[in-house]
């Protein structure tokens, strides 16, 4: 028998075997540069594969092919010929099977006609997606380059494209990821975040998925994923969890994200003056922003708030879309838990001085009121100019008093400093107690300095008196019901009952 026919070698293509084949069929092939003289082949009895040029039958050949074959002639560019019809069903293949065949197993597999027959049935529209994966598969993988801006740009313009070919065939998704690549965002989240991307609003899976890069730990960013239309706006309340914190007391801000071809991305997380976020937990609140078309008023409109802690500042009309819990600031270590003791101990120090000035606050308010009142009540009852007089000499001693309170509250106002308080809430009732008593103290001034309606007066008097005496009251429960609470398991006092 004519060893140069006998069909017994497999040649080594790419990641996968073919064969086997004659050296007749092999010339040929390397003729028409199918195959390289630099290919690995293998035949029964050989104990690994061999590249061509160490094995003696090919030895002569290769020798032949370099003096008498022409050059290979490259086919013409149709695109779907019969060549590249072949190569599809190869790439094809390459893509579907999973394990790694061996030389004899290969064999057996290509001799039978089924395998044949169901990569011919493989559709085009699979064809032009393996088509454009490998076009787009350099852009998928740019982040491993220092990319040009008109890389970008291009990146960019073909995105579009990209998600349509997903959408007309989406057994792609596979292989072709329907977003860019997110830095620093866990695994799971990207996984989460591309079924958003892919799932239509109102399907059975995820609609919205956020995600949290951490490529810069100290200002993170975040991400929002979903198959709304470009330009969807979405707003994030990102509060701090005020018993993790780590030497502050409160944080909460908001950012705006829009969506562009399914991805939004924030910017990144600054505290104050672009300083990093103080180390511990925060809530991270994703909601609906402004409908930019009264479609995408109706998709929010349809789609349901998901449960998650209530927090007090939060507007109380949103709807919660997405809720996620995160540790930013840094690393939760060892060195964190030790700062955050320190600090919780310097914090219960703090809130029992604040104790005892709010009850100091308090005493000294009531006895302004109290002595206000009582001169006033005692000066109406005498008829004549006398009780003018006597009102001026306790009108300036009242008001010098008044001016140290007021004095002592502008150093440190409590609505621009609620941060620096434990006990914010009742420094900003104890301000309020201080305005209602000197709005009734002017108008105790007004009744026996100046001429008007005595009747008039005398109701207003009578209203700011209700209302000053209601705060005193609150004031004094709340103080008893917070010094009776136990402390948290963190040692930290309550701000009120748990």
């Avoid at 026919?5 to 996968?16: A, I, T």
């Avoid at 109290?370 to 008829?383: E, Q, V, Y």
Wanted: glycine letters at 4%; proline letters at 7%.
């Amino acid at each position: 028998m004519d060893i140069s026919k006998e069909k017994k070698w497999f040649v080594y293509l790419g990641n996968h075997h073919e064969g086997p084949f004659s050296l007749e069929e092999i010339q040929e092939k390397l003729t028409q540069g199918v195959i390289s003289k630099e290919g690995f082949v293998w035949a029964e009895g050989m104990p690994d594969w061999k590249p061509m040029t160490q094995v003696p039958d090919f030895q002569v050949l290769a020798t032949s092919l370099n003096e008498d074959s022409p050059p290979s002639k490259t086919p013409e560019p149709e695109l779907f010929n019969e060549i590249e019809e072949k190569t599809f069903e190869k790439i094809s293949e390459n893509l579907l099977l999973t394990q790694t065949i061996s030389p004899r197993d290969e064999q057996n597999l290509r001799s039978k006609s089924s395998k044949k027959s169901f990569f011919r049935s493989i559709s085009k529209k699979i064809k032009w997606g393996i088509l454009c994966l490998t076009g787009l598969s350099f852009f998928y993988f740019q982040e491993f380059f220092e990319t040009p801006s008109s890389l970008n740009q291009l990146i960019e313009l073909s995105w579009p494209y990209r998600l349509d070919l997903l959408d007309k065939t989406p057994e792609l998704a596979q292989w072709i990821s329907p977003l860019p690549s997110l830095d620093g965002v866990s695994s799971d989240e990207v996984d989460l975040m591309k079924l958003a991307a892919l799932e239509p609003p109102g399907g059975s899976g995820p609609q919205i998925a956020m995600g949290l890069s951490r490529t810069d730990i100290l200002h993170p960013t975040l991400y929002v994923a979903s198959r709304l239309p470009d330009k969807t706006q979405f707003q994030a309340y990102i509060v701090g969890v005020s018993d993790t914190l780590l030497k502050e007391r409160s944080y909460i801000s908001q950012l705006n994200i829009s969506l562009t071809h399914r991805i939004g991305k924030s910017s990144p997380l600054y505290f104050k003056n672009k300083s990093p976020l103080p180390k511990g937990e925060y809530r991270i609140y994703l909601t609906s922003g402004t409908p930019s078309s009264p479609e995408d008023e109706t998709r929010f409109n349809l789609m349901k708030s998901i449960p998650h802690p209530q927090y007090n500042d939060l507007p109380k009309d949103i709807k919660v879309l997405a809720f996620k819990t995160y540790f930013l600031g840094g690393i939760r270590d060892a060195i964190y838990t030790r700062e955050l003791n320190e600090y919780h101990t310097q914090l219960r120090i703090e809130a029992e001085n604040e104790i005892k000035e709010l009850t100091q606050f308090l005493n000294t308010l009531e006895s302004q009121f109290n002595a206000s009142s009582a001169k006033f009540g005692i000066l109406k009852k005498i008829k004549g100019s006398s009780k003018k007089m006597n009102w001026i000499p306790f009108h300036q001693e009242w008001t010098k008093l008044q001016k140290q309170l007021d004095e002592l509250f502008n150093e440190s106002p409590p609505e621009k400093n609620s941060d620096r308080y434990f006990y914010s809430d009742l420094y900003l009732m104890i301000q309020k107690l201080s305005q209602t008593v000197q709005t009734e103290h002017h108008l105790h001034h007004l009744y026996f300095t100046e001429v008007g309606d005595s009747k008039a007066r005398e109701i207003q008097i009578g209203d700011t008196n209700l209302l000053t005496q209601t705060i005193i009251s609150q004031l004094k429960a709340k103080l008893a019901h917070l010094t009776s609470l136990p402390p948290l398991p963190n040692g930290l006092p309550q701000k009120e009952e748990q």
